[in-house]
């Protein structure tokens, strides 16, 4: 089993830049993919960016260019460095981890991007 904890939300002007971190339990050299999802109020859960085991990464259009995924498998940690934030950011950002067949998500932490 996996467990996830993520860090490094915050109040940002639109503009400003924030970094993400999802710490896991255990060692994530083997996990085949680890990304983050977002939720807006009212919205459904929607798909950010993902990095796979092999190290390919993969972006939703809407944030193609301003975020970037890395992984540190030393430290067990994923992040999330988030560049130009927009208003249309703010939602609670969770992390997952799919070790087949399971999927494993954190508890979320709240970006807000003021205007």
């Known amino acids: 089993q996996v467990q996830l904890a993520e860090s490094g939300g915050g109040l940002v002007q639109a503009g400003g830049s924030l970094r993400l971190s999802c710490l896991a339990s255990?060692?994530?050299?083997?996990?085949?993919?680890m990304g983050w999802y977002r939720q807006a109020p009212g919205k459904q859960r929607e798909w950010v960016a993902d990095i796979r085991k092999v190290g390919s990464t993969g972006y939703a259009d809407s944030v193609k260019g301003r975020f970037t995924i890395s992984r540190d498998n030393g430290k067990n940690t994923i992040y999330l460095q988030m560049n130009n934030l927009k208003p249309e950011d703010t939602a609670v950002y969770f992390c997952n981890a799919a070790l087949w067949p399971n999927v494993y998500w954190g508890r979320g932490t709240q970006v807000t991007v003021s205007s």
């Open positions: 255990g060692s994530i050299a083997s996990v085949d993919s």
